[in-house]
């Protein structure tokens, strides 16, 4: 019994260490341009084209800037802050932003997505470019959701940096009603310091020498 509660109380104090760790290590904010869409140019909902700071539109005029208060008429409210986009207006279009990454490090990728709610077909599709490749194709089935809450889903992946890479994010549905993007970020990856890994080497070793 007494073996049983000596190993659990060396795991207690190796998930403690791991959890302070993890805390220490990690390095919060994107290094995306605008994230979230709220900087852009013009005013009014429906600003197609206007422009958005820090992403370049496909084809201006392509992409629906909507915003959830603030101006009227109120279409839907973002998953972050006021604004969020739909990626087709008049047909599938897409934004893109270049970063500067450091090479051969992990980056992780998150973004939340859901679907115009004014039309357009049940299963809303896109997929999303690191440089020329295509690393993931979300979809989102609309379901009759309303302006309050259009069920917006966060997607996360990692990606490798190469120096300089392009985030691209292209509808596929086809029509004029299209999906819709928010909360964009773009966050390194933190690695273990040395400092870590010869703690939890310690504690491990604690741990086979009283297994013993």
């Not at 998953?79 to 279009?93: E, I, M, Q, R």
């Not at 990454?101 to 004014?118: C, D, H, N, R, V």
């Not at 309050?148 to 009603?177: H, Q």
């Not at 080497?201 to 297994?211: D, P, T, V």
Request: hydrophobic share 35%; proline share 5%; glycine share 14%.
């Amino acid at each position: 019994m007494k073996s049983n509660l000596s190993k659990q109380c060396v795991c207690g104090v190796l998930l403690c260490v791991v959890a302070n760790l993890n805390a220490q290590n990690l390095q919060p904010g994107s290094i995306l341009i605008n994230g979230s869409f709220e900087s852009y140019g013009g005013s009014g909902n429906s600003n197609i084209g206007a422009g958005l700071t820090g992403w370049t539109i496909g084809n201006a005029g392509g992409v629906d800037i909507v915003f959830s208060t603030g101006v009227g008429p109120t279409y839907w409210k973002a998953a972050d802050g006021d604004v969020s986009l739909s990626l087709a207006y008049f047909g599938p279009d897409s934004v893109r932003q270049t970063v500067t990454t450091t090479p051969g490090k992990t980056y992780q990728l998150t973004f939340s997505m859901a679907a115009e709610i004014y039309g357009g077909p049940a299963t809303r599709t896109m997929d999303v470019f690191w440089n020329n490749t295509v690393i993931s194709s979300p979809s989102f089935q609309y379901t009759g959701q309303g302006p309050d809450n259009i069920g917006w889903t966060e997607f996360s992946l990692n990606v490798v940096g190469t120096g300089t890479d392009t985030l691209r994010f292209l509808a596929t549905s086809a029509g004029p009603y299209g999906p819709t993007l928010d909360n964009v970020s773009l966050v390194l990856v933190p690695e273990p310091t040395t400092t870590s890994l010869v703690a939890l080497g310690l504690i491990a070793f604690g741990l086979r020498k009283r297994h013993r």
